[in-house]
């Protein structure tokens, strides 16, 4: 005779949970109970009252006082549950499971928004009934198809299930309430470890001559899964452990298969197989007598007992193993590692990097790899992704050290000689290897993310590993590759856009990206000017034309103003002959003043267009800086003259004053204004 355990069975992580947290609260002492029993199986209940936690039915059979509290099982209450057991003064300890309080919220919000609820479940069971609560008692419980015609049309509709309920009749429900509902919404809120279990079984089924489904008579899921198991048309018994199987019930069987439902213990597990052990062994003897043949057949078998018992034992501390995510919470996250166990992550564990909560990291479905990190009394498997995730990042950063490749990381800090970089774990940079030379400020490079080499790699657990970057190499590497593209590239002509790395007495560095030219003072502008620092501050960005390049010496000139408009290419733009102007006179000669109109734009009043008289000297009408009106009579481009009048500017000046005086004359009334 062969047995095969169920590759899911037993505990789920929501009951595992909940009777870790009653665990936890009979060892703090004070007085505990659970509102009904903790989970749907009398052994664990019995269990559990051993250890201090009593069921009740109601909360007035409670007597409140001080460490007088409950545990809310984790098939959740409505919500005027957890307000009366507070107005008790009761302590409240809530292992509802988090799937179970999704569906409260769902059920809640749909409610909410006017939908018309249906829990397709059992009207009775707590969970169901917990459900209906958190809607106000609004919904409607549907057991199955048939009651479905109870149903009228209602435009709005939302479908929930019982979590423990079998999925194909769930969506048997689904398509009869579809042609009910104007608008229907379907949450297919079966959690993945009754799907799972169930599946499990049928797969065992199609292999096996007997089931036997292992739970308590007043589970559902131990319900559903025995009426799983017997539509595959196999012989099923539902049992509640060891001492339930006789001899009789196994005549004839060669292959049993064993499940068991999401509130049966592990070591109920244990001892039904340690029970079919014995059968086997006594099989096997008996066969050996009868037949006295070869026994590989039984080997065999007892091999593969052996293997499903290997199995049922859990991965031991430090293996990696792999899983799917089957429920995500802010501070944990519950991992199906195969087999039958589930393990729990808490936040600190999901990542080398710190975050508020661990639905910002992963999402149910993922399929991740965990180490194992310790096995709790309660069968929780405590697991770390953090420590995969540190192993791989450090195995990868290993090998990159070792084919010396580039990384990239990003500066988080400055410490002590250095700066701190994130290359998946933290590394140090030395302030020596930062850039290719002395770099006075290290706090501007934090942020930036940049490619550095592994100089110095050691990987140590107890002390922590040490990674020793540099990328001091590297900008060499990178200036001369930008320095010789820079000479195949530039040519005299051409102008650049650059930045301003130096200035000086004389004029300006330019860095073109990759070499760098000289401004010289004298380029800056077509005027004379004092000091470059009046044009430019280091870090401008300004285009520059290349006027001159020494190849051999490798140097670059620059020029600014050969880009900029010439002071007498505006005058042209600005002044037309005509206009009168204003201008300083600066130089006085024999033969007239010159006066600037602009900067670097000036203009020659001749000894003949100072006055009406005759002028002997130009000092007799102007003195250098006055400011005077002078008229435009000539502009010559080519030579760049500008030819002036004051004369002229006065005559004019003169004709309109007369002309003004002569309408003030005609209109007195505007003249008295
Ligand atoms: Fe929760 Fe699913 Fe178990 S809903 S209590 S994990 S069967």
């Not at 599946?199 to 559903?224: F, H, M, W, Y």
């Not at 999402?363 to 929780?380: A, C, P, Q, R, Y």
Request: glycine share 8%.
């Amino acid at each position: 005779m062969q047995t095969r355990l169920a590759r899911n069975a037993g505990f789920c992580a929501g009951v595992r949970r909940a009777v870790r947290i009653a665990e936890e609260a009979a060892g703090q002492g004070g007085r505990w109970y659970s509102l009904g029993p903790l989970v749907h199986n009398d052994a664990v209940v019995a269990d559990l009252k051993e250890k201090g936690i009593i069921p009740v039915n109601r909360l007035d059979e409670i007597q409140a006082g001080e460490d007088v509290g409950i545990i809310i099982r984790s098939h959740g209450v409505p919500p005027e549950i957890i307000k009366q057991a507070q107005e008790r003064g009761l302590g409240i300890k809530d292992a509802t499971c988090p799937l179970v309080k999704r569906v409260h919220d769902i059920v809640a919000l749909l409610r909410g928004d006017g939908y018309e609820i249906v829990v397709f479940g059992d009207a009775h069971h707590p969970e169901v009934q917990a459900i209906t609560g958190w809607c106000g008692y609004q919904a409607r419980v549907i057991a199955g198809v048939d009651e479905t015609c109870k149903m009228t049309k209602v435009d709005k509709l939302a479908v929930v299930s019982q979590t423990t309920k079998d999925e194909n009749d769930f969506y048997a429900v689904v398509a009869a309430l579809a042609p009910m509902a104007g608008e229907i919404r379907v949450f297919n809120t079966i959690c993945r470890a009754t799907r799972k279990r169930q599946q499990a079984a049928r797969e065992l089924s199609s292999e096996a001559d007997l089931i036997l489904v292992l739970g308590d008579p007043k589970s559902s899921n131990t319900a559903t899964l025995t009426r799983e198991c017997k539509n595959t048309g196999v012989k099923t018994v539902q049992i509640c452990g060891a001492s339930d199987i006789s001899a009789d019930c196994l005549q004839g069987v060669s292959r049993v298969g064993i499940t068991a439902g999401a509130s049966t213990p592990d070591w109920i597990i244990k001892e039904v197989l340690d029970r079919m052990t014995e059968f086997e062994e006594k099989s096997q003897q008996e066969l050996e007598q009868e037949k006295e043949q070869d026994t590989t057949a039984s080997e065999e078998s007892f091999a593969k007992m052996e293997a499903e018992m290997a199995d049922f034992e859990t991965p031991g501390r430090g293996d990696i193993i792999k899983g799917t995510v089957i429920q995500v919470q802010d501070d944990e996250v519950m991992v199906d590692v195969g087999g039958k166990s589930e393990g729990i992550i808490p936040l600190r564990e999901m990542s080398l990097k710190d975050a508020g909560s661990a639905r910002d990291l992963i999402n149910v479905g993922d399929e991740i790899e965990v180490m194992v990190l310790k096995w709790d009394d309660d069968g929780t498997i405590l697991l770390s992704k953090k420590k995969v995730d540190t192993q791989k990042v450090l195995d990868k950063l290993d090998e990159d050290y070792k084919e010396a490749k580039v990384i990239e990381g990003t500066i988080t800090g400055t410490v002590k000689g250095g700066l701190l970089v994130d290359v998946g774990m933290v590394a140090f940079l030395p302030a020596s290897h930062v850039e290719d030379g002395y770099v006075k400020n290290l706090e501007q490079y934090i942020g930036q993310t940049l490619q550095f080499k592994i100089i110095e790699f050691n990987r140590n657990k107890r002390r922590g590993s040490q990674i020793v970057l540099s990328r001091k190499e590297l900008v060499a590497e990178e200036k001369s590759r930008l320095k010789k593209e820079f000479w195949d590239n530039i040519e005299e002509g051409q102008t650049r856009r650059g930045r301003v790395k130096r200035i000086v007495d004389y004029g300006a560095f330019i860095d073109l990206g990759g070499y760098e030219g000289l401004l010289h003072v004298s380029e800056m502008e077509h005027r004379r000017v004092e000091h470059p620092s009046d044009i430019l501050n280091e870090g401008d960005e300004t285009d520059v034309y290349i006027l001159a390049l020494d190849r051999e010496k490798e140097r670059v000139s620059l020029s600014r103003k050969k880009l900029l408009k010439s002071p007498w290419e505006i005058a042209q733009e600005k002044y037309h002959e005509g206009d009168i102007v204003e201008g300083t006179v600066v130089r006085i000669a024999p033969f007239g003043a010159f006066v600037e109109l602009d900067p670097g734009v000036d203009g020659l009043v001749h000894i003949s267009q100072m006055a009406n008289y005759r002028v002997e000297k130009p000092e007799d009408v102007v003195s250098v800086n006055d400011r005077i009106n002078v008229k435009i009579i000539s502009i010559d481009p080519e030579d760049k003259r500008i030819g002036l009048s004051i004369k002229q500017a006065q005559d004019e000046k003169e004709s309109k004053d007369v002309q003004e005086y002569l309408d003030s004359q005609n209109n007195p009334e505007a003249g008295a204004e």
